[in-house]
Protein backbone atom coordinates (compact mmCIF):
# COMPACT_ATOMS: atom_id res chain seq x y z
CA UNK A 1 0.00 0.00 0.00
CA UNK A 2 1.73 3.11 -1.58
CA UNK A 3 0.68 6.29 -0.27
CA UNK A 4 1.32 10.07 -1.53
CA UNK A 5 0.08 13.27 -0.03
CA UNK A 6 0.21 16.52 -0.40
CA UNK A 7 -1.49 19.72 -0.24
CA UNK A 8 -4.20 20.73 -3.46
CA UNK A 9 -1.80 21.54 -6.00
CA UNK A 10 1.60 20.31 -5.34
CA UNK A 11 1.86 17.64 -7.85
CA UNK A 12 0.85 14.45 -6.23
CA UNK A 13 -2.30 13.37 -8.88
CA UNK A 14 -0.13 14.53 -11.89
CA UNK A 15 3.23 11.72 -10.10
CA UNK A 16 0.27 9.14 -9.30
CA UNK A 17 -0.72 9.18 -12.76
CA UNK A 18 2.60 9.08 -14.20
CA UNK A 19 3.52 6.43 -11.99
CA UNK A 20 0.74 4.10 -12.83
CA UNK A 21 1.94 4.68 -16.78
CA UNK A 22 5.27 3.59 -16.34
CA UNK A 23 4.38 0.33 -13.56
CA UNK A 24 1.93 -1.75 -15.29
CA UNK A 25 1.88 -3.77 -11.74
CA UNK A 26 0.60 -0.89 -10.10
CA UNK A 27 -3.11 -0.73 -9.17
CA UNK A 28 -4.87 2.68 -8.20
CA UNK A 29 -7.48 2.93 -5.47
CA UNK A 30 -10.21 5.24 -7.13
CA UNK A 31 -11.72 7.41 -4.22
CA UNK A 32 -15.11 8.32 -3.94
CA UNK A 33 -16.26 11.68 -3.34
CA UNK A 34 -19.22 14.15 -3.47
CA UNK A 35 -17.59 16.59 -4.48
CA UNK A 36 -18.35 17.78 -7.65
CA UNK A 37 -16.80 16.40 -11.19
CA UNK A 38 -13.80 18.63 -12.93
CA UNK A 39 -14.17 18.82 -16.78
CA UNK A 40 -12.58 15.95 -18.12
CA UNK A 41 -12.67 13.85 -15.14
CA UNK A 42 -14.00 10.45 -15.58
CA UNK A 43 -16.63 8.59 -13.47
CA UNK A 44 -14.92 5.55 -12.14
CA UNK A 45 -11.22 6.54 -13.30
CA UNK A 46 -10.88 10.48 -11.40
CA UNK A 47 -13.24 8.81 -9.02
CA UNK A 48 -16.46 7.60 -8.51
CA UNK A 49 -18.98 10.34 -7.89
CA UNK A 50 -21.31 9.49 -5.63
CA UNK A 51 -24.26 11.64 -3.75
CA UNK A 52 -24.02 12.30 0.16
CA UNK A 53 -26.75 9.78 0.92
CA UNK A 54 -24.93 6.90 -1.06
CA UNK A 55 -21.99 8.59 1.03
CA UNK A 56 -23.58 8.18 4.27
CA UNK A 57 -24.84 4.89 3.62
CA UNK A 58 -21.49 3.19 2.24
CA UNK A 59 -20.28 5.13 5.59
CA UNK A 60 -22.88 2.62 7.14
CA UNK A 61 -21.81 -0.39 5.56
CA UNK A 62 -18.14 -0.25 6.01
CA UNK A 63 -17.45 -0.31 2.33
CA UNK A 64 -14.54 2.28 3.74
CA UNK A 65 -11.11 1.63 4.53
CA UNK A 66 -10.48 5.16 5.30
CA UNK A 67 -12.81 8.30 4.55
CA UNK A 68 -12.58 12.27 5.52
CA UNK A 69 -14.10 15.35 4.91
CA UNK A 70 -12.20 18.03 2.87
CA UNK A 71 -13.19 21.50 1.56
CA UNK A 72 -16.81 20.59 2.88
CA UNK A 73 -16.72 17.58 0.63
CA UNK A 74 -16.12 13.82 1.45
CA UNK A 75 -13.50 11.37 0.17
CA UNK A 76 -13.42 7.73 0.72
CA UNK A 77 -11.46 4.64 -0.30
CA UNK A 78 -13.63 1.33 -1.38
CA UNK A 79 -12.38 -1.24 0.38
CA UNK A 80 -13.30 -4.26 -1.82
CA UNK A 81 -10.86 -3.33 -4.77
CA UNK A 82 -7.91 -2.83 -2.20
CA UNK A 83 -8.23 -6.10 -0.82
CA UNK A 84 -9.22 -8.00 -4.13
CA UNK A 85 -5.90 -6.04 -5.28
CA UNK A 86 -3.41 -6.88 -2.57
CA UNK A 87 -5.34 -10.59 -1.96
CA UNK A 88 -3.38 -10.81 -5.57
CA UNK A 89 -0.37 -9.89 -4.84
CA UNK A 90 -0.67 -6.57 -6.39
CA UNK A 91 0.48 -3.47 -4.78
CA UNK A 92 -2.01 -0.73 -4.58
CA UNK A 93 -1.23 3.40 -4.83
CA UNK A 94 -3.44 5.66 -2.64
CA UNK A 95 -3.92 9.21 -4.03
CA UNK A 96 -4.89 10.79 -0.51
CA UNK A 97 -4.87 13.41 2.20
CA UNK A 98 -3.23 13.18 5.68
CA UNK A 99 -6.73 12.57 7.04
CA UNK A 100 -7.44 9.03 5.17
CA UNK A 101 -3.21 8.29 5.38
CA UNK A 102 -3.55 8.51 9.52
CA UNK A 103 -6.87 5.75 9.16
CA UNK A 104 -5.15 3.44 6.53
CA UNK A 105 -1.97 3.72 9.09
CA UNK A 106 -3.87 2.43 12.18
CA UNK A 107 -5.35 -0.51 10.22
CA UNK A 108 -2.02 -1.65 7.80
CA UNK A 109 1.50 0.12 9.44
CA UNK A 110 3.48 -3.09 8.45
CA UNK A 111 2.26 -2.71 5.01
CA UNK A 112 1.94 0.91 4.17
CA UNK A 113 4.51 3.05 2.90
CA UNK A 114 3.72 7.15 2.63
CA UNK A 115 5.70 9.77 0.91
CA UNK A 116 4.67 13.55 1.18
CA UNK A 117 5.05 15.45 -1.28
CA UNK A 118 6.18 19.03 -0.49
CA UNK A 119 5.82 22.12 -3.23
CA UNK A 120 8.75 23.84 -3.61
CA UNK A 121 8.02 27.10 -2.47
CA UNK A 122 4.24 29.06 -1.62
CA UNK A 123 4.31 30.70 -4.93
CA UNK A 124 4.53 28.13 -6.77
CA UNK A 125 1.70 26.25 -4.78
CA UNK A 126 -0.19 29.33 -5.72
CA UNK A 127 1.37 29.56 -9.62
CA UNK A 128 0.03 25.63 -10.14
CA UNK A 129 -3.28 26.51 -9.01
CA UNK A 130 -3.94 29.34 -10.65
CA UNK A 131 -2.61 27.79 -13.77
CA UNK A 132 -5.12 24.71 -13.20
CA UNK A 133 -7.69 27.08 -13.67
CA UNK A 134 -10.07 24.60 -12.57
CA UNK A 135 -11.40 26.77 -9.14
CA UNK A 136 -12.41 30.07 -8.06
CA UNK A 137 -10.04 32.70 -6.77
CA UNK A 138 -11.92 32.50 -3.47
CA UNK A 139 -11.72 28.53 -3.70
CA UNK A 140 -7.86 28.91 -4.82
CA UNK A 141 -7.67 31.46 -1.53
CA UNK A 142 -9.24 29.09 0.60
CA UNK A 143 -6.99 25.97 -0.80
CA UNK A 144 -3.81 27.76 -0.17
CA UNK A 145 -4.80 28.82 3.55
CA UNK A 146 -5.46 25.00 4.04
CA UNK A 147 -2.13 23.99 2.64
CA UNK A 148 -0.74 26.48 5.51
CA UNK A 149 -2.19 23.33 7.31
CA UNK A 150 -1.49 20.20 5.47
CA UNK A 151 2.21 21.11 5.09
CA UNK A 152 2.77 20.23 8.59
CA UNK A 153 1.22 16.79 8.37
CA UNK A 154 4.73 16.10 6.19
CA UNK A 155 6.13 14.90 10.26
CA UNK A 156 3.72 11.60 9.98
CA UNK A 157 5.37 10.27 6.58
CA UNK A 158 7.97 8.42 6.02
CA UNK A 159 9.15 9.70 2.75
CA UNK A 160 9.50 13.57 1.66
CA UNK A 161 9.52 14.34 -2.01
CA UNK A 162 10.12 18.85 -3.00
CA UNK A 163 8.55 18.50 -5.59
CA UNK A 164 10.94 21.48 -7.70
CA UNK A 165 11.32 19.16 -10.75
CA UNK A 166 8.44 17.22 -12.10
CA UNK A 167 10.29 14.47 -13.85
CA UNK A 168 12.88 14.08 -10.95
CA UNK A 169 9.96 14.11 -8.49
CA UNK A 170 8.46 11.30 -10.33
CA UNK A 171 12.11 9.35 -10.61
CA UNK A 172 12.53 10.17 -6.61
CA UNK A 173 8.89 8.56 -6.03
CA UNK A 174 9.70 5.76 -8.47
CA UNK A 175 13.20 4.85 -6.48
CA UNK A 176 10.98 4.87 -3.14
CA UNK A 177 8.71 2.51 -5.05
CA UNK A 178 11.59 0.01 -6.32
CA UNK A 179 13.50 0.00 -3.10
CA UNK A 180 10.55 -0.71 -0.54
CA UNK A 181 10.18 -3.73 -3.02
CA UNK A 182 13.31 -5.21 -2.19
CA UNK A 183 12.54 -4.80 1.40
CA UNK A 184 13.26 -8.40 3.05
CA UNK A 185 9.67 -8.74 4.70
CA UNK A 186 8.17 -7.61 0.94
CA UNK A 187 10.23 -10.42 -0.82
CA UNK A 188 7.95 -13.37 -1.58
CA UNK A 189 9.47 -17.01 -1.68
CA UNK A 190 13.00 -15.51 -0.07
CA UNK A 191 12.67 -17.98 2.93
CA UNK A 192 12.15 -20.90 0.69
CA UNK A 193 15.24 -19.47 -1.70
CA UNK A 194 17.39 -19.30 1.26
CA UNK A 195 15.98 -23.06 2.49
CA UNK A 196 17.51 -24.07 -1.06
CA UNK A 197 20.03 -22.39 -1.03
CA UNK A 198 21.32 -23.75 2.64
CA UNK A 199 20.67 -27.04 1.47
CA UNK A 200 23.09 -26.76 -1.42
CA UNK A 201 25.79 -25.75 0.50
CA UNK B 1 25.32 4.53 8.24
CA UNK B 2 24.72 1.35 5.31
CA UNK B 3 25.62 -1.84 5.77
CA UNK B 4 26.33 -4.38 2.97
CA UNK B 5 26.94 -8.10 4.43
CA UNK B 6 27.04 -11.34 2.45
CA UNK B 7 28.49 -14.82 2.83
CA UNK B 8 32.00 -14.52 1.87
CA UNK B 9 32.17 -14.75 -2.42
CA UNK B 10 28.34 -13.49 -2.95
CA UNK B 11 30.11 -10.24 -4.04
CA UNK B 12 29.29 -7.50 -1.31
CA UNK B 13 33.18 -6.50 -1.77
CA UNK B 14 32.84 -5.55 -5.40
CA UNK B 15 29.40 -4.24 -4.95
CA UNK B 16 30.83 -1.95 -2.11
CA UNK B 17 33.48 -0.66 -4.42
CA UNK B 18 31.35 -0.01 -7.08
CA UNK B 19 29.00 1.71 -4.67
CA UNK B 20 31.76 4.10 -3.69
CA UNK B 21 33.24 4.63 -7.11
CA UNK B 22 29.56 5.84 -7.87
CA UNK B 23 28.77 8.11 -5.10
CA UNK B 24 31.59 10.66 -3.66
CA UNK B 25 29.92 11.47 -1.05
CA UNK B 26 29.91 8.51 0.47
CA UNK B 27 33.27 7.57 3.45
CA UNK B 28 34.29 3.86 3.75
CA UNK B 29 34.49 2.17 6.64
CA UNK B 30 37.79 0.40 6.48
CA UNK B 31 37.79 -2.46 9.02
CA UNK B 32 40.91 -3.58 10.83
CA UNK B 33 42.00 -7.39 10.37
CA UNK B 34 44.58 -10.03 11.82
CA UNK B 35 44.14 -12.20 9.04
CA UNK B 36 47.22 -12.27 6.32
CA UNK B 37 46.93 -9.86 3.56
CA UNK B 38 45.76 -11.20 0.21
CA UNK B 39 47.88 -10.23 -2.81
CA UNK B 40 46.36 -7.27 -4.33
CA UNK B 41 45.38 -5.60 -0.85
CA UNK B 42 46.29 -2.36 0.52
CA UNK B 43 46.49 -1.55 4.51
CA UNK B 44 44.70 1.67 5.02
CA UNK B 45 42.58 0.98 2.18
CA UNK B 46 41.65 -2.58 2.01
CA UNK B 47 41.89 -3.63 5.45
CA UNK B 48 44.13 -2.31 8.66
CA UNK B 49 46.45 -5.08 8.73
CA UNK B 50 47.40 -5.28 12.64
CA UNK B 51 48.26 -8.47 14.60
CA UNK B 52 46.25 -10.13 17.10
CA UNK B 53 47.86 -8.31 19.97
CA UNK B 54 47.54 -4.67 18.66
CA UNK B 55 43.75 -5.76 17.44
CA UNK B 56 43.63 -6.81 21.54
CA UNK B 57 44.96 -3.76 22.67
CA UNK B 58 42.15 -1.90 20.78
CA UNK B 59 39.56 -3.73 22.27
CA UNK B 60 40.94 -2.69 25.44
CA UNK B 61 40.97 0.83 24.36
CA UNK B 62 37.11 1.45 23.31
CA UNK B 63 38.66 1.60 19.85
CA UNK B 64 35.66 -0.58 18.04
CA UNK B 65 32.49 0.25 16.85
CA UNK B 66 31.87 -3.31 16.34
CA UNK B 67 34.25 -6.82 16.27
CA UNK B 68 34.08 -9.94 15.66
CA UNK B 69 35.90 -13.17 14.80
CA UNK B 70 35.32 -14.82 11.65
CA UNK B 71 37.24 -17.88 10.29
CA UNK B 72 39.63 -17.89 12.94
CA UNK B 73 40.65 -13.93 12.26
CA UNK B 74 39.27 -10.76 14.00
CA UNK B 75 37.78 -8.03 12.37
CA UNK B 76 37.00 -4.78 13.62
CA UNK B 77 35.40 -1.27 12.76
CA UNK B 78 37.79 1.47 13.87
CA UNK B 79 35.50 4.08 15.92
CA UNK B 80 37.10 7.50 15.18
CA UNK B 81 36.79 7.52 11.56
CA UNK B 82 33.66 6.41 11.66
CA UNK B 83 32.05 9.03 13.94
CA UNK B 84 34.31 11.92 12.32
CA UNK B 85 32.45 11.09 8.73
CA UNK B 86 29.03 11.25 10.37
CA UNK B 87 29.99 14.33 12.54
CA UNK B 88 30.26 16.01 9.20
CA UNK B 89 27.24 14.86 7.89
CA UNK B 90 28.60 11.85 5.54
CA UNK B 91 27.44 8.86 4.74
CA UNK B 92 29.31 5.75 6.35
CA UNK B 93 29.37 2.40 3.74
CA UNK B 94 30.27 -1.00 6.00
CA UNK B 95 31.67 -3.76 4.25
CA UNK B 96 31.09 -6.11 7.06
CA UNK B 97 29.41 -9.71 8.75
CA UNK B 98 26.31 -10.39 10.21
CA UNK B 99 28.30 -10.40 13.95
CA UNK B 100 29.11 -6.88 13.08
CA UNK B 101 26.00 -5.94 11.68
CA UNK B 102 23.98 -6.89 15.31
CA UNK B 103 26.34 -4.80 17.14
CA UNK B 104 25.81 -1.41 15.10
CA UNK B 105 22.55 -2.25 15.28
CA UNK B 106 22.60 -2.26 19.27
CA UNK B 107 24.28 1.29 19.02
CA UNK B 108 22.67 3.06 16.08
CA UNK B 109 19.23 1.79 15.28
CA UNK B 110 17.80 4.53 13.94
CA UNK B 111 20.92 5.41 11.81
CA UNK B 112 21.61 1.62 10.14
CA UNK B 113 20.36 0.54 7.00
CA UNK B 114 21.08 -2.82 6.31
CA UNK B 115 20.81 -4.97 3.04
CA UNK B 116 21.99 -8.60 3.12
CA UNK B 117 23.65 -10.01 -0.70
CA UNK B 118 22.50 -13.53 -1.27
CA UNK B 119 24.09 -15.83 -4.16
CA UNK B 120 21.97 -16.96 -6.92
CA UNK B 121 22.50 -20.65 -5.92
CA UNK B 122 24.84 -22.98 -3.79
CA UNK B 123 27.06 -23.44 -7.12
CA UNK B 124 27.54 -19.90 -8.10
CA UNK B 125 28.81 -19.07 -5.09
CA UNK B 126 31.49 -22.13 -4.81
CA UNK B 127 31.79 -21.04 -9.01
CA UNK B 128 32.98 -17.73 -7.70
CA UNK B 129 35.08 -18.47 -4.38
CA UNK B 130 37.03 -21.06 -7.10
CA UNK B 131 37.02 -18.05 -9.68
CA UNK B 132 38.49 -15.53 -7.11
CA UNK B 133 41.53 -18.21 -6.62
CA UNK B 134 42.99 -16.81 -3.56
CA UNK B 135 42.20 -19.38 -1.14
CA UNK B 136 43.20 -23.31 -0.98
CA UNK B 137 40.42 -25.70 -1.66
CA UNK B 138 40.34 -26.03 1.59
CA UNK B 139 39.29 -22.77 3.14
CA UNK B 140 37.05 -22.89 0.05
CA UNK B 141 35.05 -25.82 1.42
CA UNK B 142 35.02 -23.98 4.75
CA UNK B 143 33.99 -21.13 3.89
CA UNK B 144 30.90 -22.92 1.57
CA UNK B 145 30.73 -24.61 5.23
CA UNK B 146 30.06 -21.34 7.02
CA UNK B 147 27.93 -20.07 4.02
CA UNK B 148 25.53 -22.09 4.96
CA UNK B 149 24.86 -20.49 8.35
CA UNK B 150 26.17 -17.19 7.49
CA UNK B 151 22.59 -16.80 5.06
CA UNK B 152 20.33 -17.98 7.79
CA UNK B 153 21.14 -14.13 9.18
CA UNK B 154 18.94 -12.58 6.06
CA UNK B 155 16.83 -12.20 8.30
CA UNK B 156 18.15 -9.63 10.41
CA UNK B 157 18.15 -7.06 7.28
CA UNK B 158 16.32 -4.42 5.65
CA UNK B 159 16.68 -5.24 2.64
CA UNK B 160 17.89 -8.27 0.58
CA UNK B 161 19.19 -8.24 -2.80
CA UNK B 162 20.14 -11.50 -4.70
CA UNK B 163 22.94 -10.84 -6.83
CA UNK B 164 22.26 -12.73 -10.34
CA UNK B 165 23.89 -10.05 -12.20
CA UNK B 166 26.23 -7.94 -10.92
CA UNK B 167 25.61 -4.28 -12.72
CA UNK B 168 21.48 -5.33 -11.60
CA UNK B 169 22.40 -5.84 -8.32
CA UNK B 170 24.61 -2.62 -7.88
CA UNK B 171 21.74 -0.64 -9.47
CA UNK B 172 19.71 -2.33 -6.67
CA UNK B 173 21.64 -1.12 -3.55
CA UNK B 174 21.82 2.09 -5.11
CA UNK B 175 18.12 2.61 -5.22
CA UNK B 176 18.16 1.33 -1.43
CA UNK B 177 20.48 4.15 -0.67
CA UNK B 178 18.66 6.95 -2.99
CA UNK B 179 15.32 6.12 -1.54
CA UNK B 180 16.99 5.73 2.02
CA UNK B 181 18.28 9.20 1.69
CA UNK B 182 14.45 10.37 1.03
CA UNK B 183 13.02 9.07 4.05
CA UNK B 184 11.66 12.11 5.78
CA UNK B 185 14.60 11.73 9.38
CA UNK B 186 17.27 11.81 7.39
CA UNK B 187 16.45 15.16 5.15
CA UNK B 188 18.19 17.79 6.77
CA UNK B 189 16.80 21.58 6.89
CA UNK B 190 13.21 19.97 6.06
CA UNK B 191 11.75 21.37 9.29
CA UNK B 192 12.86 24.89 8.46
CA UNK B 193 12.03 24.42 5.39
CA UNK B 194 8.34 23.87 5.96
CA UNK B 195 7.97 26.52 8.22
CA UNK B 196 8.94 28.73 6.00
CA UNK B 197 6.73 27.74 3.52
CA UNK B 198 3.87 27.75 6.06
CA UNK B 199 4.82 31.55 6.71
CA UNK B 200 4.57 32.30 3.02
CA UNK B 201 1.01 30.60 2.61
Redesign the interface.
Known amino acids: MFVLSSPSGAGKTSITRALLKQNDDLTISVSATTRPRRPGEVNGQDYYFVDKDRFSEMIAQGAFLEHAEAFGNFYGTPREPVEAALAQGRDVVFDIEWQGTQQLAEIAREDLVTV ?1 I ?2 P ?3 A ?1 ADRLHKRAQDSEETIQYR ?2 K ?2 DE ?2 H ?2 E ?6 NQDFDESLA ?1 VQ ?2 L ?3 R ?3 HR ?1 TG ?2 G ?2 RG ?5
Open positions: FLPSAQLLSAAITYSYDYVVIRTIDAELKRLLSFVLKDGL
